[in-house]
């Protein structure tokens, strides 16, 4: 693994957890900052939230789906474990009903960065679904002040 950098980027102020990004929204002149992997490379650096929308390719496609489908979705909640287990994930998941949309949302230090993570989704990369990728800011969040 090779790290980037060997400095804290001006006004970084540490890890991402609730109470710090709380202390950011607070504090936009300081911004979380984690150490962010992309492929080989790893590197501190500012964080950003990006929501990801998978859109899938029918109607009720959570009830119609083939073999194929079903295994590359297997690979794609194996992908979204490892993202969690990284720190990467913040929280993923379908929505119910008669339109399966996914929705991810994760921190990245930048869109290419981002980008990256998605085009890593075994689902999206197989085409069988479309992704979709936009900045996001968490506005609200249960037991943050």
């Known amino acids: 693994m090779k790290i980037v950098g060997s400095t804290v980027p001006d006004g970084c102020q540490g890890t991402s957890n609730v109470a710090s990004i709380a202390h950011s929204r607070a504090n936009p002149a300081n ?63 379908p929505t119910l009903g008669k339109v399966n949309t996914g929705i991810g949302i994760f921190e990245a230090s930048d869109e290419e960065t981002a980008q990256a993570i998605i085009a890593d989704d075994p689902v999206a990369r197989g085409g ?4 979709e990728l936009r900045p996001y800011q968490l506005g609200f969040l249960r037991g943050r002040d």
């Open 128 to 131: 069988f679904a479309r992704a």
């Open 31 to 93: 911004p979380i900052c984690r150490l962010t992997r992309v492929g080989a490379t790893t590197m501190l650096a500012p964080m950003a939230e990006w929501i990801y929308f998978l859109h899938p390719p029918r109607d009720d496609f959570a009830a119609t789906m083939t073999d194929e489908e079903r295994t590359a979705f297997a690979a794609h909640a194996a992908w979204l474990g490892r993202l969690l287990a990284d720190g990467v994930l913040i929280l993923a998941g």
